[in-house]
């Protein structure tokens, strides 16, 4: 009798489970792959890597294609808002229900243009014979902090859109040729321009958020493309926006590919007896910086591991090469201290007369 009621407890324990799992809904941190602390860059970062990936036009012979992409543009649309974020994580999905939900293809949009990248394919391969709209090219400017983070910056764009107008318009023109018989065995060929008739169309601008990810390691002049975010056509598809970007100067650090070069000043009583300290680097974490021998002038010291990451492979890094100034004093010195100088380095004249751009 006992076993049988320990075995109803555990049935209804269970049943009670698996309610409370379908009423929970979808987990949405775990259909991004991220955790629940995790930022927004973090969530954006994972969506748009997801999104590529998880296309229906990439996985056509997978039957649930559809509702994967579906569940991650859900995931996305809440967890990237920060109050449908705090709902849900109050009260699971239920809590949203009666929210209101945005369209996914707007939010695919809005990291890859109206068109999404064309799987298996490109613009180039496209019929030659529609015309497009022209490219449109921005600068994007950048800062060192970016490359060597990485972030998502947001640009928005007044994008002329075609809407329905009244009337009819021509549209498809082309020169075609007509042949007249002017008479018995004589005829006629000339060119004229012949047209379609379409429904007309006018141009009205929209607000759009399109999401820009700078990549960690991203170099000056690569671009970034928008498919079908460029100038319309109204007889055809609207060309591409690409934004180029252009990667801001920095006060304290400068930039050769993966490697970064930065100044330090010192004293003179540094230089000679060594000094520690510490320069805080692009994402706010300290190098540490320490010499216990003398420091010359435009002496370098190589701190490997510390410069950009490597835009194709994030693991690698570049070095961050230190270049040292020694600063003399300004006073002038006493007969009595100069000696104390000459006494404490023991150090006659060098006085030595060379080329010094000849390597010597």
Known sequence: MAAKGMNLCNVCCLLLYVVSAVLAGRDFYQILGVSKSASIRDIKKAYRKLALQLHPDRNQDDPKAQDKFADLGAAYEVLSDEEKRKQYDAYGEDGLKEGHHGSHNDIFSSFFGDFGFMFGGNRQQQDRN?????????????????????????????????K??????????????????????????????????????????????????????????????????????????????????????HPV?????????????????????????????????????????????GARMWKKGEGLPNFDNINIRGSLIISFDVEFPQTQLDEQQKEGIRSLLKQGSVQKVYNGLQGY
Request: hydrophobic letters at 35%; a negative charge.
């Open 253 to 297: 650090f400068e930039r050769r590919g993966d490697d970064l070069y930065t100044n330090v000043t010192i004293s003179l009583v540094e230089a000679l007896v060594g000094f520690k300290m510490e320069i805080v680097h692009l994402d706010g974490h300290k190098v540490h910086i320490e010499r216990d021998k003398v420091t010359k002038p």
């Open 130 to 162: 529609i015309p497009r709209g022209n490219d449109i090219i921005l600068d994007l400017e950048v800062t060192l902090e970016e490359v060597y983070s990485g972030n998502f910056v947001e640009v928005v764009r007044n994008k002329p859109i075609a």
């Open 164 to 249: 329905e107008a009244p009337g009819k318009r021509k549209c498809n023109c082309r020169q075609e040729m007509r042949t007249t018989q002017l008479g018995p065995g004589r005829f006629q060929m000339t060119q004229e321009m012949v047209c379609d008739e379409c429904p007309n169309v006018k141009l009205v601008n929209e607000e759009r958020t399109l999401e820009v990810e700078i990549e960690q390691g991203v170099r000056d002049e690569m671009e970034y493309p928008f498919i079908g975010e460029g100038e319309p056509h109204i007889d055809g598809e609207p060309g591409d926006l690409r934004f180029r970007i252009k990667v801001l100067k």
